[in-house]
């Protein structure tokens, strides 16, 4: 008998999975992988699913270099940073919203970061947070980004002075009406 503390949490290997790594393939023994059939309530793991632990796994995902200011992307013209193995090298991922119409202003190459997939009605919705940049222009876009942000919030709040006066001007209007035909037909 073990102690629960000394038991690692076991994988199972599925296409599509969300990490960024594989089982070793030829490097260990095949009875150091286990198989168990059966066991589990899930149709997948009761298939016979071999599972794998953490010190099994290598990094599976090597992406593409960024080279001239361009962002590696994929055919759907997005990088897939489900974990943080999966941001090229030379990239910097930005995850700050409305970043991206900030980048295309500036005319920095920026590609939108699919942090995974959600599943709407059926269909599965890619959820984008932020943009992937190259490093030398992260400094521009960041300081850029901030200055329009702390616009947009000076401007919020110019805007929510402008309709507090409007509301307090309405109910100062309806209290003079209200006075004034008090005074005019209460005699």
């Known amino acids: 008998i073990k102690h629960r503390l000394c038991a690692a949490p076991k994988k199972g290997k599925r296409p599509g999975g969300k990490g960024a790594e594989t089982m070793f393939d030829g490097r260990i023994d095949e009875e150091e992988r286990e198989s168990l059939e059966g066991r589990a309530q899930s149709p997948v793991a009761c298939s016979g699913t071999k599972l ?3 010190w099994q796994t290598c990094p599976l995902y090597h992406s593409a270099l960024a ?3 361009r962002v590696p ?3 759907y013209g997005n990088v897939e940073v489900f974990s943080q193995a999966m941001i090229p090298p030379g ?3 930005m995850p700050f ?7 295309t202003r500036l005319g920095i190459d920026a590609a939108p970061a699919v942090m995974g997939f959600e599943t709407r009605g059926g269909r599965s919705i ?3 947070d932020g943009v992937v940049v190259c490093e030398e222009n992260s400094a521009v876009l960041l300081s850029s980004y901030l200055r329009e942000e702390e616009g947009r919030a ?3 709040m110019k805007q929510q002075e402008q309709e507090a006066t409007f509301r307090w001007r309405k109910i100062l209007r309806a209290l003079w009406m209200r006075r004034r035909m008090r005074e005019r037909y209460t005699e």
């Open 52 to 54: 794998f632990g953490e």
């Open 67 to 69: 080279e001239k200011g």
């Open 73 to 75: 992307r994929n055919q």
């Open 91 to 93: 990239t910097v991922h």
């Open 97 to 103: 919203p409305r970043i991206g119409s900030t980048a």
């Open 126 to 128: 890619p959820q984008v």
């Open 154 to 156: 000076t401007r919020r």
